[in-house]
């Protein structure tokens, strides 16, 4: 293999950069391939070398980016937009006792969703989250089934700056619109973009409840939150 | 396999604990990898109708195998229902072959068909969307004058006396009542008073459920209620109070599950095979009397594109061919009703599911998310297509070729849809009949079909 490598090399002996440059592009691809034991043995061999944290995560983020658009074209299925995303976690373990404060993988905002009341549907909300986290913002899942008070307490004690609320039934869209009235009652709707979504839901009534905004899927949800929060 | 109800119930409290998370990660992902990679499962986008026999079977096998292994995460208890293969086969083995439904003069056989039956699919129409609370009676009405009807899932209610229905909340009680009541109305008012009701729907929660339960103005013990699916292979508290109920208050269970393409399943043979699990898991964790399957595409919520119909007619050969169970097909198509398109796709949904061993559940148009819109006309048309195709004995290779043939004309359309127009617009709401030119377009495709060789009754 080495023989192979330095024949594709141009014979040439590795440099110590040249090595970390291998091994971060074997870890996207092991991140892409969703093989988290792999992505995270190379991630303490990049920690063990010294290797520029920031910078890896920036192009783990990006290879994420295109895991969620091959997903996006069904070229790859949710498992496998799971699995990296997993693997992409498993990494981050590794890395984050070692990042400084004031690093440059800072998140991009922090986005708090979850399903309403009576719904217990979760898969539209489970794949809006991993398409946010591959994106870089940091999750708060409430999970399904949450009251509409839920939501603001823990919104108000992470400091989110999204609330996104999904939803799969016509009878549990009225526990969106719950959120937005004690929001405004409390005085503290300013405080926060609320995002809808979900099967049953369209632009028109998001635009009735008061919400900020509306997006059919999770990539246009992730343009959406992009696009509220002015972060590119 | 009601007789061991309390058992399985205790199940859920007592089975292996897990974190849902590991449930989906561990367990249900790589099991399902496993068992389409053993079985050899693979999708052919040029048969969405296959004739493999051994394809059928092995998305059997692999669904029983895939059950097996995996059990039912209860969501509530954080355990796992788990079954032995014993058990798996001696609930196949008691389960009916076939129900007498409804009442009196309107009764029908609801009942298992095989692959290429000749017998006609029992056909359930059901637009699964709600309407305007005002215009429910008369929509109720306008399905129950269709002369195939074999049953009916009706209109939903969106308002209960003009206030929002909230799931869990009072307005539900009261919404479900209302839906159960002016159901029960045009029944008798259009002289089908016995007729075989899936209801209500309206109702979300167990309590409202078991609020409609009523022989005299509500769902009666000849009615079915369903049992839903919590995205995949889980159930909660909630789901086994209404199974419990159902099968105390002595009514038909259905089993409605829509596994996803695109979802945990992964692809076309994930779905299938994990839309023929569901099988097993209404009947044995819910105890449910038939299957009411609706696969549908994540992003499309709809199962009128190849790749669907593909899942569709595997699945329902697998049952076919494997089981004695009693199953039906439920259609979700594209576009909106008032349009050639959901014509198009009600036929390919209808011909692909008949053929395959399935009875119709017919037909919810528009990505089944749109206010008002579905008429009676699209699911008399699926329902006509169903008898034709039974009737004439067709076999899958034609079945395939005119699915084909459909396929050719809209398949293309499916990301931007026609969203048609509404059952207000398309239906003299008053006289609860269709208008004339919804009617003419009916009349023009279906006998464009009948050029494509199917041979309709009347």
């Known amino acids: 293999m080495r023989i192979l490598k330095r024949f594709l090399l141009g014979n040439k002996n590795f440099t110590r950069e040249e090595r970390k440059m291998e091994r971060v592009k074997k870890l996207t691809q092991a991140l892409s391939a969703g093989d988290q034991a792999e992505c995270v043995t190379l991630a303490k061999e990049l920690l063990a070398e010294g290797a520029d944290l920031d910078a890896v995560i920036k192009e783990m983020t990006n290879e994420m980016r295109e895991v969620g658009k091959r997903f996006e074209t069904f070229e790859i299925f949710l498992p496998e937009m799971m699995m990296a995303a997993e693997a992409m976690m498993a990494v981050m373990d590794v890395f984050g006792p070692h990042l400084v404060e004031g690093s440059g993988v800072a998140s991009r905002g922090t986005v708090l969703i979850g399903a309403p009341r009576g719904d217990m549907h979760e898969i539209g909300k489970n794949i809006v989250k991993l398409m946010l986290k591959a994106n870089g913002f940091q999750i708060i899942d409430l999970g399904p089934n949450v009251d509409p008070l839920e939501f603001i307490k823990r919104a108000e004690e992470a400091k989110a700056d999204v609330i996104a609320i999904s939803t799969l039934m016509t009878t549990t869209m009225p526990g969106a619109t719950q959120v937005i009235q004690l929001l405004n009652d409390k005085g503290i709707r300013d405080k926060y973009k609320v995002i809808v979504g979900g099967a049953p839901t369209n632009p028109d009534w998001a635009k009735q409840i008061g919400a900020d905004g509306w997006a059919e899927d999770a990539s246009k949800a992730t343009e959406l939150v992009e696009k509220l929060l002015g972060v590119n | ?458």
């Open chain 2, 1 to 458: 396999m009601s007789y061991r109800m309390w058992e399985v119930m205790e199940r859920a409290n007592t089975g292996p604990f897990m974190e849902e998370h590991e449930f989906l990660y561990k367990r249900f992902i790589p099991k399902m990898r496993e068992v389409i990679k053993k079985y050899n499962i693979k999708y052919d986008p040029q048969h969405p109708v296959p004739s493999d026999d051994s394809l059928a079977d092995a998305v059997w096998q692999a669904a029983v195998e895939f059950f097996r292994e995996v059990g039912v995460y209860n969501q509530d208890t954080h355990r796992v229902i788990l079954f032995s293969d014993e058990e798996i086969k001696e609930a196949l083995y008691s389960a009916p072959s076939s129900y007498v439904v409804g009442e009196g003069k309107d009764s029908r056989v609801f009942g298992h068909r095989k692959v290429e039956d000749t017998r006609p699919p029992f056909c359930i129409y059901s637009p699964d969307i709600t309407y305007d609370e005002v215009d429910h009676l008369a929509a109720c009405i306008a399905y129950l004058k269709e002369p195939l009807l074999d049953g009916l899932c009706a209109p939903l209610l969106e308002e209960f006396m003009g206030r929002k229905i909230q799931a869990w909340a009072p307005f539900e009680l009261g919404g479900s009542l209302e839906h159960a009541m002016s159901l029960r109305e045009a029944c008798r008012l259009v002289g089908r008073p016995g007729v075989f009701l899936v209801a209500v729907g309206t109702a979300e929660s167990d309590a409202a459920q078991i609020s409609v339960s009523d022989p005299t103005w509500g769902v009666r013990t000849t009615d079915s209620r369903l049992v839903g699916s919590i995205t995949e292979m889980m159930t909660n508290n909630s789901m086994m109070n209404k199974a419990a109920h159902y099968n105390m208050y002595g009514c038909f269970t259905g089993s409605l599950t829509g596994a996803i393409f695109g979802g945990y399943a992964g692809g076309a043979e994930g779905t299938a095979v994990l839309e023929t699990a569901y099988h097993l898991k209404g009947l044995m964790v819910h105890q449910c009397n038939y299957q009411q399957n609706f696969p549908f595409h994540l992003k499309h919520g709809s199962n009128t594109g190849r790749e669907m119909l593909w899942i569709v007619s595997v699945y329902s050969q697998a049952i076919a061919r494997n089981t004695h169970l009693v199953q039906d097909s439920n259609g979700f198509g594209n576009a909106g009703p008032g349009t050639e398109m959901i014509l198009y796709e009600a036929a390919a949904h209808s011909l692909t599911s008949t053929v395959s061993g399935a009875n119709l559940w017919e037909h919810a148009p528009a990505h089944n998310k749109y206010h008002n819109r579905g008429t009676p006309l699209e699911c008399r048309l699926a329902a006509e297509v169903g008898h034709a195709v039974a009737n004439m004995g067709m076999k899958r290779e034609q079945a395939n070729e005119i699915a084909n043939r459909l396929l050719a004309k809209y398949e293309h359309l499916i990301p931007e849809a026609p969203l048609g127009k509404t059952f207000q617009e398309l239906y003299d709401v008053r006289k609860a009949i269709p208008r004339p030119e919804w009617l003419d377009m009916y009349y023009r495709v279906k006998e464009e079909l009948a050029g494509m060789g199917l041979e309709f009754p009347f």
